[in-house]
């Protein structure tokens, strides 16, 4: 099955965290077996604090990223990313884990954090 990895970068726009859990939840093939495995993760497992006052908790750390087939970063407010075009330690250090070949998708700002991976 197609492994999705969310990953939860503080401060999480909180709908587009939704986003990618939703749709590929749901996705199911003709008689009815899911055809994704979705799974959320952070830098940890604690919450991730969002741009809206509420925090996310995700399911898996961030050891997740190194099994996903898809790893879909959502919009973020993720200042090193954002205004400076870097990655702190621990966010290099995650993404770290994808293995070559996995499909990586950003959903609004998460962008700049695939952009500051490079």
Known sequence: MHRVAVLLLAPV????????????ANAVDGAGSAL??????????????STSGFALVPAAGPEALATADTV???GTRYGP????????ADVS????????????VSI????????AAG
């Not at 990313?81 to 702190?88: E, F, P, W």
């Not at 250090?93 to 990586?104: C, E, Q, W, Y």
């Not at 609004?108 to 952009?115: D, R």
């Open 13 to 24: 726009v909180g709908f587009d965290a939704t986003i990618a859990p939703l749709l590929f």
């Open 36 to 49: 994704y495995e979705v799974v959320t993760c952070g830098l940890t497992t604690d919450p991730v604090p």
């Open 72 to 74: 879909v970063v959502p």
């Open 81 to 88: 990313a954002r205004a400076g075009g870097v990655l702190d």
């Open 93 to 104: 250090a995650a993404l770290s884990r994808i293995r070559p070949g996995t499909r990586l």
């Open 108 to 115: 609004c700002t998460g962008a700049f954090v695939l952009a």
